[in-house]
């Protein structure tokens, strides 16, 4: 099939690995899940440091099963990338270990207080469900598959992120202010989640002609502002005045971009932030802390007992 023939079908029709794709295809697929992919392994990451500040138990034990999720949502994801055989799962780790894998702008930004939970498992799993649940009928079915499990627990995930802002808002004065504080210094992270304008974005285009993106970026952000500012006041939350967002003519939502600093978006897109290189910095560490198990268990996988039961 040539790439004319992929966007004509694309849309009605969905392929496999059973079909024959062009070259151009199969790259820009395994480049957009791998982006998935490394998000879901770093914001699991940013999530992790949650659990030492979590105020009780059932939290800390709550937000150890959502982390759990998200690396298995990267598992997921990285299988599905595999299917396109461009890279396998360790090249792609590797890349991200390395620093070449690129991932989501909001997990750049280390954290360090249970005031930043619900902007992650609130908003920003929030924005990831407006993305993933349109994912569900992208063209590469292995990718569409992952995401009808991913989706189901992302909705548990807004849900948990809902419930700490919800207590959280309803705590002392002192308490609120300081969720509001938070909310006004992640609110243009989240509003850059989405990417560009769509005039601006790199990969937009060729993605939505292929159908391996259904939906474009001004649609998802319109789509969770909609959504969520309403959301956001409901517990209490202002809307800062910047970013400005606005009602355009046709009713959708949008963001007036002057507002928002998309040097330092485009500086984190190349993983140059200095916050980027203390999130790789941890990822690369704790990869090569746990090599040992990698090895251990492929030299099990080779010995007779690991032929043996891999049998049964
Ligand atoms: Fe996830
Ligand atoms: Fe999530």
Redesign the pocket.
């Known amino acids: 099939m040539d790439i004319e023939a992929v966007k004509d079908q694309a849309g009605p029709r969905q392929f496999g690995p059973n079909d024959d794709m062009p070259e151009e295809y199969r790259r820009a697929a395994t480049r957009m899940i791998q982006f998935h992919a490394n998000s ?1 392994v770093m ?1 699991g990451y940013l999530d992790k440091e949650f659990t030492r500040h979590a105020p009780s138990l059932d939290r800390k034990l709550a937000n150890t099963a959502k982390v759990q ?2 690396i298995g ?1 990267a598992q997921l994801l990285y299988r599905a990338a595999e299917t396109l055989g461009v890279k396998t799962r360790e090249e792609m780790l590797d890349e991200l270990k390395n620093g070449e894998g690129k991932f989501l702008n909001c997990f750049h930004y280390p954290v360090d207080s249970w005031y930043e939970a619900p902007m992650i498992d609130f908003f920003v ?1 929030g924005g ?1 469900m407006r993305r993933q649940a349109t994912l569900k009928s992208t063209s590469w079915t292995p990718y569409a598959h992952a995401m009808d499990k ?1 989706c189901f ?2 909705g548990f ?1 807004v849900k948990h992120g809902e419930s700490i802002l919800r207590e959280l808002m309803r705590g002392s004065k002192a308490t609120q202010e300081r969720t509001q504080e938070t909310f006004e210094e992640w609110w243009p992270r989240i509003l850059q989640f989405f990417g560009p304008t769509n005039d601006e974005s790199t990969h937009n285009d060729f993605a939505q002609e292929v159908g391996l993106k259904t939906t474009s970026n001004d649609e998802l952000r319109n789509s969770f502002l909609n959504l969520y500012i309403p959301k956001a006041e409901k517990y209490g939350l202002e809307i800062p005045e910047s970013p400005r967002v606005f009602e355009r003519d046709d009713g959708t939502m949008a963001v007036r971009e002057d507002d928002l600093d998309w040097e330092e978006f485009w500086t984190i897109a190349k993983n140059d932030y200095e916050g980027s290189h203390e999130q790789i910095g941890s990822r690369r560490r704790r990869q090569e802390a746990v090599a040992w198990v990698r090895e251990s268990l492929d030299g099990w996988e080779g010995s007779a007992a690991g032929t043996s039961q891999a049998a049964d």
Do not use: N
Request: aromatic share 0%; hydrophobic share 20%.
């Open positions: 879901e914001g999720d998200e949502h799993d990831a991913v627990e992302e995930h």
